[in-house]
């Protein structure tokens, strides 16, 4: 490091001696080799770009110990969780279909010659509204439809671009090629095809997955973003001959961004050409309704580095979906779930998910105004995930998996604040709600939700002196609601005139200390693997006191912020 | 310019005679060119040394490449194309 330093050091040094030589020698050197001045220009160009290798290689070094919370380089991050034997996932596309049919004016005889079109595979299309590129996923080459009137079509589509790259084989054993993107662009998680001459190669995820001779090769995330190919060395797998061209084709995605959740009819433009029975281009849009058929969505963003250093700890290298966390680490890194717990009973392995709500909330709603539904999966999602997981990993023979959504647990928080008196409460209590709904929008734990990781989140409020924050469970309240009705009828249904004791007999197990949900001694959140808990009202506690789902007015809520007096501003400063 | 100079240039011409991938920076061709004001450029005797110096200034990049394939077994360590 020493070295480093002095190298980083004795560059600048260098052009700072040049210039006292030149304001010695020249005495219009201020004017001529001033920073304003060519040379000095060209100086200060050489000298960042130098500062900047040097930058890197320090940045380089220091964060090779992943353990420190520090160490966020993208790209160390990355190449150590592939050395370890993760594959970072990439950014998905979502998907959906569209369905096409024909408009009640369009005259097949005139429009469309010998009442037949024909589509090809890939087809790119336009989503006016969102601007982004979607092709074509029909599974065929080309299909051609014979068109009758009222005539309706499904066509599946994939968010996202085709592009292809050629290398050429040098012929080697295990040969390589990397393929990048610039920018924010990423290469799709699962959509790419290698061709090598002409043929087809099958892609594998690993070198032994390949039998010898067999025209497959491994695609990998790449050590630079993009995608790595490696092929084999004929024990496992075929080496492309010496000069063979090595086509890549690869879907280019924009991720989560290409999820839609609207319906909006005619919203497409065909950029690609459909040809109609005689060989013509005709313009799909002008004679067809194009309506979304399902929802175009499961579209993620790609691994981010605060989830792979998460998730490299239960990184599972062979492929095989056996124990509980081996489920559980499949479907996280799909990347559009939020919370993913999996659980072993007599033998059957529960994957609870819950669908990451940032996805399917629309940007003006917030946690507490998000749709209850999107909490839970809907069949369609289920169904996804399980061919995910059939395609993703080999299950364990006899090995039994049920896919559910979490049972909803629900609480509500009561907050406790000392503002400082130059503070608005609107403004105090907005952004109390912002750092609750950032912090259970991103919620990764799993069985407890300490008190503490909520105090710290909101004690980065500036305007806050002191806070303090408590939970009230629904199902705690609704067993003592339940015990507390059952003794009052119990009580009631004695005559006091027949029977002198009137105490209840201890029949039930009722235990007024019980606490469900929640730590009795803490008040931290306690939930089991097939739980979430959400913060929503609309429901009564044991006082018969109602908690309204929705967050404003002044009613009782999910979230009831109690001022308990103010701190004089000038405190502020005394911490 | 490194991973260049390491091969013979038929060599390498036949290695990569069917490429396509041309989403790279050449830092002996660009980095200067990329970070001055082009008017430097219009001088005569200024545009001969900065081609001169170009080259000098990628070395500094094509080095610091191989610190950025360090752990990266799929390319040459001096390649630079794939890198970002």
Request: proline share 3%; with cysteine.
């Amino acid at each position: 490091m020493a070295i480093i330093n002095f190298s980083s050091i004795t560059f600048s040094g260098i052009k700072s001696e040049i210039e006292a030589f030149l304001k010695e020698e020249y005495n219009k050197s201020g004017i001529l080799f001033s920073p304003a001045s060519p040379y000095g220009h060209i100086l200060s160009v050489i000298e960042n770009l130098h500062q900047m290798s040097i930058l890197y290689l320090k940045n380089a070094i220091n964060q090779f110990d992943l353990s420190d919370p520090n160490s966020n380089n993208p790209r160390i991050i990355r190449n150590a969780a592939l050395v370890a034997g993760h594959n970072p996932g990439r950014a998905i596309s979502a998907t959906g279909t569209l369905k096409l049919t024909l408009k009640a004016d369009s005259n097949i005889d005139s429009d469309i010659s010998g009442g037949r079109l024909t589509i090809s595979n890939k087809t790119l299309l336009k989503n006016n509204t969102n601007a982004l590129s979607y092709s074509l996923n029909i599974g065929t080459d080309t299909v051609t439809h014979k068109i009758t009137p009222n005539y309706t079509f499904y066509l599946p589509i994939i968010q996202g671009t085709w592009k292809q790259k050629k290398f050429t084989s040098n012929g080697n054993q295990l040969q390589s090629y990397s393929v990048t993107e610039i920018g924010s662009k990423d290469v799709e998680n699962f959509n790419v095809e290698v061709i090598v001459n002409g043929d087809i190669w099958s892609t594998k995820k690993h070198i032994w997955e390949m039998l010898p001779d067999e025209k497959a090769c491994v695609v990998r995330t790449g050590f630079n973003g993009g995608v790595d190919i490696v092929f084999g060395n004929e024990g496992y797998g075929l080496i492309p001959t010496i000069s063979s061209i090595i086509e890549i084709n690869y879907l280019i995605t924009y991720g989560s961004t290409g999820n839609i959740f609207r319906r909006t009819s005619n919203d497409w433009k065909f950029i690609d050409d459909v040809i109609d029975g005689s060989g013509e281009t005709i313009n799909i849009t002008d004679l067809f309704n194009v309506d979304i058929y399902t929802d175009i969505n499961f579209g993620a963003d790609g691994e981010t580095i605060a989830f792979t250093k998460n998730i490299l700890p239960i990184a599972s290298n062979n492929f095989v979906l056996g124990l509980p966390q081996q489920y559980a680490y499949e479907i996280k890194k799909l990347g559009v779930f939020s919370h993913v717990n999996a659980y072993e009973k007599t033998g059957t392995v529960f994957v609870v998910a819950t669908p990451n709500v940032r996805l399917f909330k629309n940007q003006n709603a917030n946690y507490f105004t998000v749709d209850i539904r999107a909490f839970s999966l809907d069949r369609y999602e289920k169904s996804k995930i399980d061919k995910y997981l059939k395609t993703g990993g080999n299950i364990q023979l006899t090995k039994k998996y049920k896919i559910d959504s979490p049972t909803l647990s629900y609480y509500i928080m009561n907050i406790f604040v000392i503002p400082y008196s130059d503070s608005t409460d609107d403004s105090v209590n907005s952004q109390i709600l912002d750092k609750i709904s950032e912090y259970f929008l991103d919620l990764t734990r799993i069985d407890r939700i300490p008190k503490l990781d909520l105090i710290r989140e909101l004690s980065t409020i500036t305007d806050i002196h002191s806070i303090d924050i408590q939970f009230v469970s629904k199902k705690n309240e609704d067993y003592h609601k339940e015990n507390m009705t059952k003794i009052l009828n119990t009580q009631e249904s004695y005559d006091s005139r027949l029977k002198t004791d009137v105490s209840v007999r201890r029949t039930s197990n009722y235990n007024q200390n019980t606490v469900i949900g929640l730590d009795p001694i803490l008040g931290d959140i306690l939930f089991e693997p097939e739980e979430l808990p959400i913060i929503r009202g609309g429901w009564y506690d044991r006082n018969n006191i109602y908690y309204s789902s929705d967050i404003d007015g002044n009613q009782m809520k999910s979230v009831n912020i109690i001022k308990k007096g103010v701190v004089d501003s000038k405190n502020r400063n005394n911490t | 310019m490194l991973y260049e100079r390491k091969q013979l240039p038929e060599l390498l011409y036949m290695k990569h005679r069917s490429d396509t991938d041309d989403d790279f920076v050449k830092y002996d061709d660009k980095i200067l060119d990329n970070s001055l004001t082009p008017y430097i450029f219009k001088n005569d005797m200024m545009f001969g040394f900065l081609k001169r110096l170009q080259p000098l200034v990628s070395i500094l990049f094509d080095h610091m490449n191989s610190i950025k394939n360090w752990k990266n077994y799929i390319v040459d360590s001096y390649n630079y194309k794939h890198i970002k």
